[in-house]
T-cell receptor
Framework: NAGVTQTPKFQVLKTGQSMTLQCAQDMNHNSMYWYRQDPGMGLRLIYYSASEGTTDKGEVPNGYNVSRLNKREFSLRLESAAPSQTSVYFC??????????????FGNGTRLTVT | SQQGEEDPQALSIQEGENATMNCSYKTSINNLQWYRQNSGRGLVHLILIRSNEREKHSGRLRVTLDTSKKSSSLLITASRAADTASYFCATGFDRGSTLGRLYFGRGTQLTVWP
């Protein structure tokens, strides 16, 4: 049972380039999330999807877009990368609707550097 | 900020000792969760305590919640070198636009020496 799988593990971009971070879960969870983790800042929510077909903004959505492709997959897109988006990105999933704050299952992260 | 704040930022102990980490928050919560993160890995859920609970146990973990003081503590008994990790509290809120979001603190880095 793989849980939450993120690709790629590492990525280096130049300012202005675009890329999509992929995330898939095999636990049949309804909700999926994208967080970023910066030193000294804890984890901050970028976007989440309470169910297939819905997405909502989190704390720091600017500069990002998301797609809930199906129940398993939730992608994060950077259209024009900026150095401020250098971070570690984590995808997570939970069994039930976010309003119930059920435990999150995290992937191992994508380490993104924007030069 | 609605984040929980962990204290201390770093904790260094010997194997066999107990480790206590604290989390404080500012507004009314629905529940509070603790997570562990090993270096270079994702977070792993440890325990969830609801606002109407005062204490929960899971193996060597003991979590308390004091809603009057808006604080929680995580106790790891008989620590092992394998417990070396960062520990985060995450608070879930019960009203308004924050419904459905978990807010994470900055974490406590625990080092357990053999």
């Amino acid at each position: 049972n793989a849980g939450v799988t993120q690709t790629p593990k590492f990525q280096v971009l130049k300012t202005g380039q675009s890329m999509t971070l992929q995330c898939a879960q095999d636990m049949n969870h309804n909700s999926m999330y994208w967080y970023r983790q910066d030193p000294g800042m804890g984890l901050r929510l970028i976007y989440y999807s309470a169910s297939e077909g819905t997405t909502d903004k989190g704390e720091v959505p600017n500069g990002y877009n998301v797609s809930r492709l199906n129940k398993r997959e939730f992608s994060l897109r950077l259209e024009s990368a900026a150095p401020s988006q250098t971070s570690v990105y984590f995808c997570a999933s939970s069994e039930s609707n976010p309003r119930w704050n059920s435990p999150l299952h995290f992937g191992n992260g994508t380490r993104l550097t924007v030069t | 900020s609605q984040q929980g704040e962990e204290d201390p930022q770093a904790l260094s102990i010997q194997e066999g000792e107990n480790a206590t980490m604290n989390c404080s928050y500012k507004t009314s919560i629905n529940n509070l969760q603790w997570y562990r993160q090993n270096s270079g890995r994702g977070l792993v859920h440890l325990i969830l305590i609801r606002s109407n609970e005062r204490e929960k146990h899971s193996g060597r973990l003991r979590v308390t919640l004091d809603t009057s003081k808006k604080s929680s503590s995580l106790l790891i008994t008989a620590s092992r070198a394998a417990d070396t990790a960062s520990y985060f509290c995450a608070t879930g809120f019960d009203r308004g636009s924050t419904l459905g979001r978990l807010y994470f603190g900055r974490g406590t880095q625990l080092t357990v020496w053999p």
